[in-house]
């Protein structure tokens, strides 16, 4: 049970911060008009793209419960 509970959580933290910190990324790397694909900005460290996505996350729910006070 403990296994199958950590593998939900991995690919809930995946899905809620890694790939969004990895589009992020990617989406500011090509206004200084980088070649690299989404792909290589995934596959980069997992710790830096859920750092971003993380924060990225926070800083969407706290505009939000600031926009709807």
């Not at 206004?31 to 969407?60: C, H, M, P, Q």
């Amino acid at each position: 049970m403990d296994i199958f509970l950590a593998m939900i959580i991995e690919t809930l933290l995946a899905v809620l911060c890694i790939w969004p910190g990895a589009i992020i990324r990617w989406l500011l790397s090509r206004l200084w008009n980088s070649k690299r694909t989404l792909k290589e900005f995934k596959s980069d460290s997992s710790y830096l793209n859920g750092s971003i996505g993380l924060l990225s996350v926070v800083a969407i729910v706290v505009l939000i419960i600031k926009l709807l006070q």
